[in-house]
């Protein structure tokens, strides 16, 4: 199946810092990324639906200028957490969907640990 | 609302077979799917079935579909310690804005 990657894997950082966590899709083209974030024994809440070359579409109580989402080619995605806060510590996974069709197969990245200090 | 409800824990005995049940809300969804997450790690698609179908078998997994009552489960034959993670099922409501829906995941522990 086509693979995801997402890195950093785990990122321990510092309250005030920015963090970017990148998200390629490696052997396919991914018109549409998803970005989600999961608390700890909780479900993926999806933050925002990335498209290639357009400005990113963020669920409601997402704020767009914390979590800065670029989409600049169809096999990479990246956020980055601005001035993170020990809040902002959570598991972010990606995906992406191959092709135009709306109901297609989502293909997950590995997820990314991020813990604010 | 779009609420997937599943139950949060399960737990069987090596060899016993497991099933997952689910419940999701929009009857206009298209797809609905099963996914595996181990711990640490992101969500692998472990099977999907076309809301015109009643069950789908692959292997060890079988999918039953009742329509009517939107309901959804995932039965695992023969179960694993490797069985062990958390399962989500999800839906793509067609009648919005066909995004992903999840449900909140229950967690499988299979017991040697």
């Known amino acids: 199946g086509a693979v995801v990657s997402q890195h950093p894997s785990w990122v321990i950082c510092k309250s005030g810092t920015s963090v970017k966590i990148e998200c390629r899709s490696l052997d396919f083209q991914a018109t549409t990324m998803f970005w989600y974030r999961q608390f700890p024994k909780q479900s993926l809440m999806l933050m925002a639906t990335s498209n290639e070359g357009s400005k990113a579409t963020y669920e409601q109580g997402v704020e767009k200028d914390k979590f800065l989402i670029n989409h600049a080619s169809l096999t990479l995605s990246t956020l980055t957490v601005t001035s993170a806060h020990p809040e902002d510590s959570s598991f972010y996974i990606c995906s992406a969907r191959a092709g135009t069709e709306i109901t297609g197969e989502l293909f997950f990245g590995e997820g990314s640990r991020l813990t604010v200090l | 609302g779009e609420d997937v409800e599943q139950s949060l824990f399960l737990s069987v005995r090596e060899g016993d077979s497991s099933v997952i049940n689910c419940t999701y809300t929009d009857s206009s969804s298209t797809y609905l799917y099963w996914y595996k997450q181990e711990p640490g790690a992101g969500l692998q698609l472990l099977t999907y079935?076309?809301?015109?179908?009643d069950m789908k078998q692959d292997q060890r997994l079988t999918v039953l579909l009742n329509k009517k009552d939107k309901h959804l489960s995932l039965r695992i034959a023969d179960t694993q310690t490797g069985d062990s993670a958390i399962y989500f099922c999800?839906?793509?409501?067609?009648?919005?804005?066909?995004?992903?829906?999840f449900g909140t995941g229950t967690r499988l522990k299979v017991l040697a």
């Open positions: 999800a839906e793509i409501p067609t009648s919005g804005t066909y995004k992903y829906i």
């Open positions: 079935i076309f809301s015109n179908m």
